[in-house]
């Protein structure tokens, strides 16, 4: 009966779109009136309240340098069809006079229709390298049969490294030098040690129980999609946490994606990852972030058979710079691999180096800065 329900709502929100993708929204950028201003900067995201933590750094460079930033932030999961409407129709009166619109991840009105040449689109996605397949290499992502192109109008796609651009590429349908490696602007953040100095304050407040241990943070990705998205192995994380022999040396911290709800955080995964001495996480793309840290790094896979043929990688997961632990018996190579400290040596520091030149290459410091150079013009 559930299984049913979903595919109803996913149905029903498959229409919906179509709709207004290809019908409402089109026809009220074509009659929207003004010209377009090129110090009016949109940030636009349809899945959280607020700016998202991926946009902040650039958004503050923008108010410092007297831009006129609209905010265009709303969570399709929490408010009504009528009201998400409503928001989207706004955001198009803005989008035909913007100079610039950023985006950081699947925004549908910024693909409706054919936009304005003066108007730049970039999406500085949220993920930094390219581990699970997404977009068009993702019948999850994108179905077959869908009506459009959700990566329509956008004029750069910012990447973390140089070996991100042919996976993007395949993802969105971009030409290769439409996918820039600029690097991820909060990244920035990793080299800001105020920031860090911040969050080690931050974490020993709200941990103090940590003190004397070695801090773990698990960060799994969520499985099937934004509306219904779970995690796997929490059962397995628990009783690690409730293990007496792990938790003397040990202090777990569950950090699960914002989408699966009634999940609370009292930082974020990105602060506690700086405070962390390992992280544990399945296909999410923090560990690419992570590798900024230079820390060790626990791949646990417990649904890796199905998972690879439900979506699948663009990595062979058995090539990634860490311990892999996958499928059968998952559970107890986890606990063995903590208790006798098997996930550092160095080859994986050798290992951990060259993906980060690869992968992370363009996530300096600077991204933000050569953001900023690009809307200037």
């Known amino acids: 009966m559930n299984n049913i329900i979903k595919k109803i709502k996913l149905n029903i929100r498959k229409i919906q779109k179509e709709v207004m993708q290809h019908m409402i929204l089109p026809a009220v950028y074509r009659f929207s009136k003004g010209d377009i201003d090129d110090r009016i900067v949109v940030l636009a995201d349809c899945h959280h309240e607020k700016c998202p933590e991926d946009m902040r750094l650039i958004r503050e460079l923008l108010v410092k340098n007297n831009y006129k930033v609209v905010d265009y932030f709303f969570d399709i999961a929490n408010i009504s069809a009528v009201e998400n409407l409503k928001r989207m129709m706004d955001f198009m009166r803005v989008y035909k006079r913007a100079g610039t619109v950023i985006i950081c991840s699947y925004f549908l009105p910024v693909a409706s229709c054919k936009k304005h040449k003066g108007t730049t689109v970039i999406n500085m996605w949220h993920g930094c390298g390219a581990m699970k397949k997404f977009g068009y290499d993702s019948d999850e992502d994108i179905p077959k ?25 395949s993802a969105t349908n971009y030409p290769k030098a439409q996918v820039v490696p600029w690097g991820s602007s ?13 969050c080690k304050e931050k974490f020993w407040t709200e941990y103090p129980d940590a003190k004397g241990k070695r801090v773990v943070v698990w960060a799994p990705t969520f499985r099937e999609n934004a509306l219904c998205a779970k995690c796997v192995g929490e059962e397995h994380i628990d009783d690690l946490i409730q293990d007496n022999e792990v938790s003397a040396k040990y202090y777990i911290i569950k950090s699960l994606h914002p989408n699966v709800k009634g999940v609370e955080h009292k930082l974020t ?9 390992v992280l544990i996480t399945d296909y999410s793309s923090v560990w690419f ?23 699948g990688l663009y990595l062979d997961y058995n090539s990634l710079p860490g311990v892999i632990i996958k499928d059968k018996f998952s559970n107890i190579m986890l606990k063995e691999t903590l208790l006798e400290n098997k ?15 690869i992968y992370m290459g363009g996530c300096d410091g600077m991204a933000t800065k050569r953001l900023l150079e690009k809307i200037n013009g």
Do not use: H, W
């Open 186 to 198: 909060i990244t920035d953040i990793y080299f800001k040690e105020s920031y860090i100095r911040k």
């Open 343 to 357: 996930y550092d040596n160095e080859d994986y520091k050798l290992q951990r180096r060259y993906f980060s030149d």
């Open 289 to 311: 972030e992570y590798l900024l840290l230079k820390k060790p790094i626990i791949f646990f896979a417990p649904d890796y058979s199905r998972y690879m043929k439900n979506r």
């Open 269 to 277: 995964t990105r602060e506690l990852m700086i405070c962390s001495d």
């Open 145 to 169: 049969g869908y009506r459009g192109n959700p990566f329509a109008n956008t004029d750069y796609m910012c990447v973390s490294g140089m070996a991100c651009v042919e996976p993007f590429k």
